[in-house]
C-alpha cells in the first residue's frame, strides 16, 4: 500500500497584514489593528526575531550634538618679501608656511592670542 505525504500549508496570521508594522510601532498598537491581544503581537516578534518597538524608537535618535571647540590661533606679524603680514595660525610653523607664499620669511613676532572659528 503506497501512502502519499502532503505538504503541511502554513496557518496564516491575522498579523501577517500588519507584519510591516511589528516592532515599527508599540505592539498594543499593533494589537488593536489586527484584533488580538498584545501578548499575541510580542509573540510573534519573538518567533520571527523582530526586535521591540523601544529598541527601533533609539535607533532613530540623533546622537547629541558635540559643540565645536573654538580653535585657537595666533595672530603673528610676519615680515616676508619686505612687506609685513599679520598672519592667523595655529602656532609659529603654520605661519611661516602661510607666509612663505608671499616670499622669503624674514622675522616672525608673536602679536597675541585670537580665540575663534577657522575661515
Known amino acids: 500500500m503506497k501512502t502519499t505525504m502532503t505538504k503541511r500549508r502554513s496557518r496564516r496570521s491575522k498579523l501577517d497584514t500588519h507584519a510591516h ?3 515599527r510601532i508599540p505592539d498594543r498598537e499593533v494589537a488593536a489593528m489586527a ?3 498584545p501578548d499575541g503581537v510580542r509573540m510573534y516578534r519573538q518567533r ?3 526586535p521591540a518597538y523601544s529598541t527601533y524608537k533609539r535607533s ?7 559643540q565645536a571647540r573654538p580653535e585657537v590661533r595666533h595672530a603673528f606679524k610676519v615680515l616676508a618679501g619686505g612687506r609685513t603680514y599679520v598672519v592667523l ?3 609659529v610653523v603654520a605661519a611661516a ?3 612663505q607664499a608671499a616670499g622669503t620669511v624674514e622675522r616672525i613676532e608673536p602679536l597675541e592670542m ?4 577657522a575661515a
Not at 532613530?60 to 558635540?66: C, D, E, I, S
Open 21 to 23: 508594522l511589528v516592532g
Open 35 to 37: 484584533g488580538i491581544s
Open 48 to 50: 520571527h526575531k523582530i
Open 60 to 66: 532613530l535618535k540623533a546622537p547629541p550634538k558635540r
Open 89 to 91: 595660525a595655529p602656532d
Open 97 to 99: 608656511r602661510q607666509a
Open 114 to 117: 585670537v580665540v575663534g572659528r
